[in-house]
């Protein structure tokens, strides 16, 4: 955490230092450019949140993502255990940075940055909620600081496109929001929306032109950072390093006065293993293998659609995801493994498929009602596996859901009050999940459990004290 203030602090002085110089001459130009502008912002926020039953959730317990299956021991189903926290984790500094020229073209950069937990667990025997060593832990530790956003923007503007209209294309370079997952609904909770919608920050180059007032195409090349592939070595972004192949994205939107919508696609490509072995027996060791490059390689395709509208008081957001795998996007899904290895050593992986929507709508300014739906729909492989049911390890599902996971869906209210720069919040959600249990630790051959499906809930009541400046 030390670091990261001092890196803060760091460029905010020279940001002070350059808005405090007097304009430079630019070479090549006739005229001073402008100078920058910094602003600062950020929050302090303070989250009170009740659980009715153990749940995966992340960030002090403050980012939710859904409740656990049943576990019994001794007769005690140990994860219907309630809960209770208070934490001031997320409470965010950030700065923009605008108003560089040079003829038509802008530049601009965002530096922000919050508290993430650095809360860990130590094991203690015999204390509930039990993990799965049939161990309870004990919460000890302090918030660290942690890099959000870190990006760069050009943008050249009044680019000709007709005779009435104008163009402008924006290049951002850095850490942002995926572009799937810049979309957030009306709600106030850390999860903004996961696991019912993409949710990801991540290393990016974006381009966005804005063709006249009412069309916008957009282009990105991504990488992995914090939110990661899944695979044979767990949560990583190996995968893709070695699989040199970024992640593509593309969108088309057209926005109205008060409605905007969106479409969009994503493709990612990765390699499960570098890797692998082949049999090679001999006399003495029938057994033997010998280890081998692979070129193992998994492809997917993942599709979305986004609408907003705004009249008065009133605002509505509503997206739905549909495609293959998206454990790297916090979404409940992923691939798996099928069929028997290849004579060449590798592998053979196809994707999972899902289904994952919201809808927000938000009512009032000083007193504001809020209320977000949400469902996923677990999808499977789009066709069976050749060799019959899939082994529950050969599943490479999202690392805050679980395989066998059939659908989702989420309840949420809200009543928020406005006073100048302190927001007071006040949220009830159910969250209620169907699962099914694994066949002497097998899932059916589109890798879905199937048997003895049940549903399971959590109600969390959530209170937010926030102040803005």
């Known amino acids: 955490m030390k670091r990261f203030i001092t890196i803060f602090l760091a460029v905010l002085s020279l940001g002070l230092y350059t808005v405090s110089a007097q304009d430079t001459q630019v070479a090549g130009s006739q005229k001073p450019a402008p100078k920058n502008h910094f602003k600062l912002y950020g929050f302090i926020r303070n989250y009170f949140t009740f659980d009715s039953r153990e749940s995966v959730s992340g960030t002090g317990d403050l980012f939710y993502y859904l409740p656990k299956d049943v576990k ?23 700065m923009d940075v605008t108003g560089y020229e040079i003829g038509n073209v802008a530049f601009g950069a965002k530096f922000e940055g919050d508290f993430y937990t650095g809360l860990s667990s130590t094991a203690t ?47 951002k370079v850095g850490q942002a929001w995926h572009p799937m997952a810049a979309d957030h609904p009306h709600v106030f909770s850390l999860e903004a929306g996961a696991p019912f919608g993409p949710f990801s920050r991540t290393p990016l180059v974006q381009m966005d032109a804005d063709l006249g007032k009412n069309w916008v195409v957009s282009a990105a090349a991504i990488w992995q950072m914090q939110y990661q592939s899944n695979g044979p070595v767990g949560n990583s972004a190996i995968y893709m390093k070695y699989g040199m192949t970024p992640e593509m994205y593309a969108a088309v939107a057209y926005k109205t006065k008060g409605f905007l919508f969106r479409v969009g696609a994503d493709m990612l490509s990765i390699k499960p293993r570098v890797l692998g072995t082949v049999p090679a027996p001999t006399d003495e060791k ?32 509503a997206k739905s995801t549909y495609g293959q795998s998206g454990e790297h996007l916090n979404l409940m899904s992923g691939y798996a493994k099928v069929g028997e290895p290849n004579e060449d050593g590798s592998w053979n992986y196809a ?57 989702i869906y989420r309840i949420n209210p809200q009543l928020i009050y406005n006073i100048g720069k302190l927001n007071v919040g006040l949220e009830y959600q159910w969250t209620s999940v ?15 459990a199937d048997k003895n499906l049940h549903w399971v809930g959590n109600h969390r ?5 926030k102040y803005n400046f």
């Open 434 to 448: 169907q699962y099914g249990d694994y066949d002497d630790g097998m899932l059916n051959e589109r890798a879905l």
């Open 286 to 317: 029938p057994e033997a293998v010998k280890t081998v490059r692979v070129s193992d390689r998994k492809t997917s395709l993942l599709y979305y659609i986004y609408t907003q509208y705004t009249h008065g008081k009133f605002a509505l957001k």
């Open 461 to 465: 009541v959530n209170m937010m004290v």
């Open 351 to 407: 994707s999972l498929n899902s289904s994952s929507s919201w809808l927000s709508m938000t009512y009032g300014k000083k007193w504001q009602g809020v209320l977000f739906l949400g469902y996923v729909k677990t999808l499977g492989l789009a066709e069976g596996a050749a060799n019959g049911p899939v082994a529950k390890g050969d599943v490479y599902f999202c690392s805050n859901g679980f395989s066998n996971i059939n659908q």
């Open 125 to 171: 025997k015999g204390y509930f909620p039990a993990n799965d060593k049939g161990e309870g832990s004990k919460i000890s530790g302090a918030a660290t600081g942690r890099l959000r956003q870190a990006y760069a923007t050009i943008t050249w503007k009044d680019l000709p496109l007709n005779e009435e209209q104008k163009a402008s294309v924006a290049l």
């Open 72 to 94: 019994m021991v001794d007769g005690i189903d140990i994860n219907d255990t309630p809960s209770f926290v208070y934490l001031s984790l997320t409470s965010r500094l950030g």
